[in-house]
Nanobody, 126 residues
Framework: QVQLVESGGGLVQAGGSLRLSCAAS????????MGWFRQAPGKEREFVAA????????YYADSVKGRFTISRDNAKNMVYLQMNSLKPEDTAVYYC???????????????????WGQGTQVTVSS
């Protein structure tokens, strides 16, 4: 079992940057593929980015490709989402999630994830 805690959200102007962090508990962090998802008001939760257990492969939603970067540090039990060139449409609650022994393509699918953080609010003003 793993517990996830996100941080780093906040208010930023369009064009700005934020770095989200997700701290994971437990000794088996490297057994989890990790993903970031987001949910805007009135909308369904959607996939943003995912990273394999080793960190060698990453995947992105088309809407964030080229602007966001997911990374992980297995020694520190951390996963990150660097968000650049932010747009007002990126405003949402961002969630970190883990899928035990997850592999592509399931790590792109929200329902495959086993553990979720509480979320962190990102607001981009125009």
């Amino acid at each position: 079992q793993v517990q996830l805690v996100e941080s780093g959200g906040g208010l930023v102007q369009a064009g700005g940057s934020l770095r989200l962090s997700c701290a994971a508990s437990g000794r088996t962090f490297s057994s989890y593929a990790m993903g970031w998802f987001r949910q805007a008001p009135g909308k369904e939760r959607e996939f943003v980015a995912a990273i394999t257990r080793s960190g060698r492969s990453t995947y992105y939603a088309d809407s964030v490709k080229g602007r966001f970067t997911i990374s992980r540090d297995n020694a520190k039990n951390m996963v990150y989402l660097q968000m650049n060139s932010l747009k007002p449409e990126d405003t949402a609650v961002y969630y970190c999630a883990g899928e035990y022994l997850g592999t592509p393509p399931s790590i792109l699918t929200i329902r495959e994830y086993d553990y979720w953080g509480q979320g962190t609010q990102v607001t981009v003003s125009s």
